[in-house]
């Protein structure tokens, strides 16, 4: 039997011998001569005195988690807007805090003052517009306080970066980041989804680029995995070929979409300025760990391979969704390296990440990239190592062998 099977079980039967038990309590009542809505002294007694100490021992064990985890257990803030934004969470927590341990203070409390006694009749009034002005003006006021608060604090978070902002893209798809850096123009290349092939994950724009992927389109995979138009169209109209109404729908289909790519592909390849491909090509991307200056101002870009994510960066206090088709932004200053918050924290493990927010499919959870805050020249120490994405389309593009112009292309804009 199963596990779950037990679980339903006891819930049931346990449901069934509570019922037996209150109609047991009712019939003893019956028998005794009482009514129900007898209650003797004795029980509103108990009953009050156990809803103070419980009333009692809530507070007690509230007070304990806050001060042994802090009271809302997040750390300082890592960055300059961060702490924007625990001051904004601060005053929250007093009004939310302070709301809490008055109303059930004053309901403990009351319960246990005003117990029934023999003799005492309540005093009843069905209206009073004193109280009913209390209890709307006041949390009326202490709303639009929050929310002028919260809004100026957005504005500000969101402002437009600084000139001097270091551009950065966060690129999402499942189940990992990329990083990529600007290259010392600060300039990122251009990107549009068409532009995706195997060995350019993030669509970057450059002639090389595009002539990669129109002849990904139009010629397919080299190792044949992926049909291109040609060969589609020639199986489709060749009439050796017998297809099941099914399939034959299937091909076209993808002809169809295929050749209107194609066709963009061209207009984009037309139009594009090959001056801007060293923007592109001097890009350097990372999936393994976010690096970043401290103290420096950081303009994020966030785009969305396949379906809704979201960057959370906790304790920069950052997060942004990430969404298919739009691009997202937010401004940030890490202003404590990893080496200093390990000393502060007394954690020589511990590491800043970037993790994903939104339930995005079966591997979610292992969607995450650690974040080192490091000096200017450890940063640039770093950065010496790698190579930028010229370099790296162009080993693989060799690699795949692919048409002439591309690798000539390509060879001009990376010397
Ligand atoms: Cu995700």
Partial sequence: MSFKLVVLLVIVLGTLAIAQLIRLYEHSYKLRGRREEDIPNRDNKLNANALLVFGIALFAFFIWLMAKYGYTSRG????????????????????????????????????????????????????????????????????????????????????????????????????????????????????????????NPLAII?????????????????????????????????PKNMFIPKDRLKMEKELDSKSRLVRLLHQMRARHDSNKDVNAYD??????????????????????????????????????????????????????????????????????????NKVCGSAHYKMKMIVVVETQAQFDKWMSTKKNFGTTFLTKAEAAAPAEGVVSDLQVAVN
């Fill in 76 to 199: 300082e803030a890592a960055s300059l807007h961060g702490e924007n934004v625990d001051w904004l969470f601060d005053i929250n927590f007093i009004i939310i805090f302070a709301v809490f341990f008055l109303t059930n203070g004053v309901l403990f409390w009351f319960s246990f003052k005003y117990v029934r006694k023999p003799g005492v009749k309540a005093f009843f009034f069905t209206h009073s517009n004193k109280l009913e002005l209390i209890w709307t003006v006041i949390p009326a006021i202490v709303l639009a306080f929050i929310i002028i608060m919260g809004l100026k604090s957005w504005n500000d978070i969101m402002a437009p970066s600084e000139n001097q902002a270091i551009n950065v893209e966060i690129f999402s798809e499942q189940y990992k980041w990329t990083a990529r850096y600007p290259g010392s123009d600060n300039k990122l290349g251009g990107f549009d989804y068409k532009a995706t092939t195997g060995n």
């Fill in 206 to 238: 450059t002639t090389a680029t595009l002539d990669t992927a129109i002849k990904y389109m139009e010629f397919g995979t080299d190792d044949g995995s992926v049909l291109g138009m040609s060969l589609l169209e020639e199986k489709l109209n060749n």
């Fill in 283 to 356: 890009d350097v991307l990372e999936t393994d760990t976010l690096h970043l200056i401290v103290d420096r101002d950081y303009e994020f870009t966030f785009r969305a391979k396949d379906v809704i994510h979201s960057a959370y960066m906790p304790h920069f206090r950052l997060q942004m969704n990430t969404v298919p088709g739009m691009v997202t932004r937010f401004k940030m200053r890490p202003t404590i390296t990893t080496e200093e918050i390990r000393k502060r924290r007394n954690n020589p493990t511990f590491n800043y990440i970037i993790l994903c």
